[in-house]
């Protein structure tokens, strides 16, 4: 309890100067997130499919295993309830307040890449046809291009394959966590306790499962996961040097 109150203390003395500090970043950070809304108002490049791609697009339309709501709970208030928690015991302000700040620039960042590129690209995804011809009754034109009749919003979603957005941000988020606890636990400090290397995996085999559910739901082509995957790990590499010159040993 009293390390608690110890915590808030810090927070109310310190947290005003260090947000104060730091407003332009907060100050970006909001710009990026009205940039992440607006990329989900454009519809997609509505690229050409024909008659002889939609065998390759076949692949029966499944619900997600991982929903798309969950995906800021384990990505990002997952991660900050490590952060909070390493306060508690550390109570560094400066600490809690890098890793959110890093934190969410990470996880804004990769997603406007994410959706920059899929609206770029317009790449139909796996289940494509039933999104497209929901009753199973093909359409195309003189060309053999397909003419869409189902609901406007599933075809939209259809041109969205490349890169996954899924695992961009599974990669981003726990990308990030598993750069912090490297750093906490001092995984390479050479000591040889293999222990601290399983838990800075534990994030990463949980966003690649988060990427290989893509592929199994076919939502994705394996090479949006792949490309997702390495969007992620990328950004959270780079935010993280932004507040964390290295890892200690």
Known sequence: MQEIDLGIHTIRSHGGGLASKHKHDWIILVILVGIEIGLQLISPFYRYV???MMTDL??????NTIPVWSVPIYAVLLPIIVFVCFYVKRTCVYD????ILGLLFTVLIT?????????ATGRPRPNFYWRCFPDGKE??????????HGEPGEVKEGHKSFPSGHTSWSFAGLGFLSLY????????????????????FAPLLAACLVGISRVDDYWHHWQDVFAGALIGLFVAAFCYRQF???LPR
């Open 111 to 119: 997603g406007i890449i994410t959706d920059s590129i899929k609206l």
């Open 50 to 52: 024909g008659k002889d």
């Open 96 to 99: 809690l307040h890098h890793s």
């Open 244 to 246: 964390y010159l290295t």
């Open 139 to 148: 359409l195309y034109d003189a060309l053999g291009g397909v003419i869409c």
């Open 58 to 63: 076949k692949y029966p339309f499944n619900d």
């Open 181 to 200: 606890l490297s750093g906490k636990v001092k995984a390479f400090n050479r000591e040889g306790h293999v222990a601290k290397l399983c838990i800075v």
